[in-house]
């Protein structure tokens, strides 16, 4: 699995934040998303995948 994200879409809701804080994190100057791993294990796969399907702007891609 790879986690892709593009920041120029992000809308800083937070919302992959709450669903994988082990693979996101957010800038604190303006709340956009920073990706922490973009090859997460697979017992935090369901998480990536919950935060691309949450995301408001799209701004998240899984690549299986």
Known sequence: M???VD?????SSGN????APE?????????VVVLLNENPPPEQAEG???AA????A???YVEE
């Open 16 to 19: 992959c934040v709450m669903r």
């Open 58 to 60: 799209s701004a998240i």
């Open 23 to 31: 693979i996101f994190d957010q800038r604190d100057e303006d709340g």
């Open 2 to 4: 790879k986690v892709i």
């Open 53 to 56: 399907a949450g995301c408001p």
């Open 7 to 11: 920041q120029d879409k992000c809308a």
């Open 48 to 50: 990536a995948r919950n």
